[in-house]
């Protein structure tokens, strides 16, 4: 007969073992093949921002909420600079990016357990801006800058996204508002308010730009681009500012923005979003 002690000592290295295998195949690198788009699937590359004004985790999951109902997208999250390859994107049908340029971020690397904190790499380098640049124009790879990729810090960023940045203010409720009725984008949608988010501004710098919403900071009151689209080349790119904190995500009319909008700049079809 097996003690009760006994038998809760071995369940316990039993677990022990299966949560262990599962941290080693959780954090597995993969490998360049298993990377690559495989057949009949819809490769989404999404890099998020993940420092000491971000919570990565929680854009990540709210973008995979999204898409949760697409059993053929596949989302690759890179949450760290260190873990970028343009290699990633040269199959992706849609690039996602939420990811700042400021010196002084302090990103998660890719070990879970550690006794410092290093500085982040600087995502918004040339070569990966000119690598999106071919992809987006010379393929037709959609690309959608979220929030604080408006901060990249990059004159040949802006020139390409069709717009300037303008900083937020403080975090306070957002009032979206003035929806372009004639962008399939953002048609049919009523205003909506995002409880607490940063209100990231732009000015719209291409004639070709098409502005999809407006927004209102309800404590200052400032009134603000909030996300606009354009053609660049073979490609289509939707910039969507709100999207700081989690109350976005959890924003019904928000996350049917970006759904649509990703199908749009993967010039798919845009079937109806499961709301459910």
Same mark, same amino acid.
């Given at each position: 007969?097996?003690?009760?002690?006994?038998?809760?000592?071995?369940?316990?290295?039993?677990?022990?073992?299966?949560?262990?295998?599962?941290? $080693?195949?959780?954090?597995?690198?993969?490998?360049?093949?298993?990377?690559?788009?495989?057949?009949?699937?819809?490769?989404?590359?999404?890099?998020?921002?993940?420092?000491? /004004?971000?919570?990565?985790?929680? /854009?990540?999951?709210?973008? &995979?909420?999204?898409?949760?109902?697409?059993?053929?997208?596949?989302?690759?999250? #890179? &949450?760290?600079?260190?873990?970028?390859?343009?290699?990633?994107?040269?199959?992706?049908?849609?690039?996602?990016?939420?990811?700042?340029?400021?010196?002084?971020?302090?990103?998660?690397?890719?070990?879970?357990?550690?006794?410092? $904190?290093?500085?982040?790499?600087?995502?918004?380098?040339?070569?990966?801006?000119?690598?999106?640049?071919?992809? #987006?124009?010379?393929?037709?790879?959609?690309?959608?800058?979220?929030?604080?990729?408006? /901060?990249?810090?990059?004159?040949?960023?802006?020139?390409?996204?069709?717009?300037?940045?303008?900083?937020?203010?403080?975090?306070?409720?957002?009032?979206?508002?003035?929806?372009?009725?004639?962008?399939?984008?953002?048609?049919?949608?009523?205003?909506?308010?995002?409880?607490?988010?940063?209100?990231?501004?732009?000015?719209?710098?291409?004639?070709?730009?098409?502005?999809?919403?407006?927004?209102?900071?309800?404590?200052?009151?400032?009134?603000? #681009?909030?996300?606009?689209?354009?053609?660049?080349?073979?490609?289509?790119? #939707?910039?969507?500012?709100?999207?700081?904190?989690?109350?976005?995500?959890?924003?019904?009319?928000?996350?049917?923005?970006?759904?649509?909008?990703?199908?749009?700049?993967?010039?798919?079809?845009?079937?109806?979003?499961?709301?459910?």
């Amino acid at each position: 007969m097996i003690m009760p002690s006994v038998r809760k000592s071995n369940m316990l290295k039993t677990a022990g073992a299966i949560a262990a295998s599962t941290v $080693v195949s959780k954090n597995t690198v993969a490998s360049a093949a298993e990377l690559k788009k495989q057949p009949g699937e819809t490769k989404i590359v999404a890099v998020i921002g993940h420092d000491a /004004w971000h919570n990565g985790v929680a /854009w990540e999951l709210g973008i &995979r909420r999204v898409f949760a109902s697409k059993p053929g997208f596949r989302i690759i999250a #890179v &949450r760290s600079s260190s873990a970028w390859s343009n290699d990633l994107i040269e199959d992706a049908d849609l690039l996602i990016a939420s990811k700042a340029s400021v010196p002084d971020h302090i990103e998660l690397g890719s070990d879970l357990i550690a006794d410092t $904190v290093e500085a982040g790499e600087n995502f918004w380098s040339d070569a990966t801006i000119d690598a999106i640049i071919r992809n #987006v124009r010379g393929r037709g790879m959609g690309f959608m800058p979220l929030h604080c990729s408006a /901060w990249a810090r990059s004159p040949k960023m802006f020139d390409f996204i069709g717009v300037e940045p303008i900083m937020h203010n403080q975090v306070q409720p957002l009032w979206v508002h003035n929806l372009n009725k004639e962008h399939p984008v953002t048609s049919g949608m009523d205003n909506f308010m995002i409880n607490l988010d940063e209100q990231f501004a732009v000015v719209v710098k291409s004639q070709y730009t098409d502005t999809l919403f407006e927004t209102t900071a309800m404590h200052d009151k400032r009134e603000a #681009v909030g996300a606009w689209s354009l053609e660049n080349g073979k490609g289509r790119i #939707v910039g969507l500012l709100p999207g700081h904190t989690a109350d976005a995500y959890n924003t019904v009319e928000y996350r049917e923005i970006l759904w649509r909008a990703a199908h749009w700049a993967m010039k798919k079809e845009i079937d109806v979003f499961p709301k459910g």
